[in-house]
Nanobody, 124 residues
Framework: QVQLVESGGGVVQAGDSLRLSCTAS????????LGWFRQAPAKERHFVAA????????HYSESVEGRFSISRDNANNTLFLQINNLKPEDTGRYYC?????????????????WGQGTQVTVSS
């Protein structure tokens, strides 16, 4: 069965850095475009970052551009999100997702599989 499992979240101070990971199983990892989304309490889930199946192209939301970096290790079925200079507004539950696509995907409905998320809380 397809599984996506996020890890690396926690409670941190503003300005800290964090590295999130997402391990996948049950699918041919290299055939899927991947993405990160986040959802704050009482708010909709929003796009954060995306990467193509090969890792050749990436795309970020304006709010995280320059601070976040998405990458993937296809040999180990792992997706990463390096987060630098965390801000309180980055607080939320972070989800990884996989889409059977050759293109970058930024809309939630375009993704086929989702993890359960990992919580990131940034205090000031």
């Amino acid at each position: 069965q397809v599984q996506l499992v996020e890890s690396g979240g926690g409670v941190v101070q503003a300005g800290d850095s964090l590295r999130l990971s997402c391990t996948a199983s049950g699918l041919t990892f290299g055939d899927y475009a991947l993405g990160w989304f986040r959802q704050a309490p009482a708010k909709e889930r929003h796009f954060v970052a995306a990467i193509t199946f090969s890792g050749a192209k990436t795309h970020y939301s304006e709010s995280v551009e320059g601070r976040f970096s998405i990458s993937r290790d296809n040999a180990n079925n792992t997706l990463f999100l390096q987060i630098n200079n965390l801000k309180p507004e980055d607080t939320g539950r972070y989800y990884c997702a996989a889409a059977f696509s050759w293109e970058l995907r930024v809309v939630s409905d375009e993704y086929d599989y989702w993890g359960q998320g990992t919580q990131v809380t940034v205090s000031s």
